[in-house]
T-cell receptor
Framework: NAGVTQTPKFRVLKTGQSMTLLCAQDMNHEYMYWYRQDPGMGLRLIHYSVGEGTTAKGEVPDGYNVSRLNKREFSLRLESAAPSQTSVYFC?????????????FGEGSRLTVL | GQNIDQPTEMTATEGAIVQINCTYQTSGFNGLFWYQQHAGEAPTFLSYNVLDGLEEKGRFSSFLSRSKGYSYLLLKELQMKDSASYLCAVTDSNYQLIWGAGTKLIIKP
């Protein structure tokens, strides 16, 4: 059982380049989330989706776009990467019937912007 | 503002007991969660508290006092594999999940 899968796991970008992170879950979850994790800080929510075709802004949405491609897949796009976006990005999902804080996380995508 | 405080780092000895504290100040409260995160890996769910008291799950227990805005995670019979960061998170009145920065637990033989 794969759970939540993120690609790529590592990426180095130059300032101004674009890229897309892909997340897929095989647990039939309705809710999906993109977080970033930086040293000394708690996880910060970038964008989330409560169902197919829906997206909403989280705490730190600027510079990111998302798309809920279907029930399984949720992508995060950086149109013009900046060094401040160097971080570890986590995708997470949960069932609509589950507790709000009981999330299933992917392994993370480590992004460096030079 | 909303805030969750945890110690940055703790050290404990294999076989011992350790208590990791979490205090929170949020606009409302709808539940508190603990996660374990090994270095370079994803966070994994450990426990959930919504009512005051102690929830026990094997070697791990989590306690909540809503009136004090306080929780702790208790780890018994520590094993080397328990070396990890432990994240505390709270859902506020808007059901938004607020995360602490995590406590790095180092286990020594």
């Amino acid at each position: 059982n794969a759970g939540v899968t993120q690609t790529p796991k590592f990426r180095v970008l130059k300032t101004g380049q674009s890229m897309t992170l892909l997340c897929a879950q095989d647990m039939n979850h309705e809710y999906m989330y993109w977080y970033r994790q930086d040293p000394g800080m708690g996880l910060r929510l970038i964008h989330y989706s409560v169902g197919e075709g829906t997206t909403a802004k989280g705490e730190v949405p600027d510079g990111y776009n998302v798309s809920r491609l279907n029930k399984r897949e949720f992508s995060l796009r950086l149109e013009s990467a900046a060094p401040s976006q160097t971080s570890v990005y986590f995708c997470a999902s949960r069932s609509a019937g589950g507790e709000i804080g009981e999330l299933f996380f992917g392994e993370g995508s480590r992004l460096t912007v030079l | 503002g909303q805030n969750i405080d945890q110690p940055t780092e703790m050290t404990a000895t294999e076989g011992a007991i350790v208590q990791i504290n979490c205090t929170y100040q949020t606009s409302g409260f709808n539940g508190l969660f603990w996660y374990q995160q090994h270095a370079g890996e994803a966070p994994t769910f450990l426990s959930y508290n919504v009512l005051d008291g102690l929830e026990e799950k094997g070697r791990f227990s989590s306690f909540l006092s809503r009136s004090k805005g306080y929780s702790y995670l208790l780890l018994k019979e520590l094993q080397m594999k328990d070396s990890a960061s432990y994240l505390c998170a709270v859902t506020d009145s808007n059901y938004q999940l607020i995360w602490g920065a995590g406590t790095k637990l180092i286990i020594k033989p």
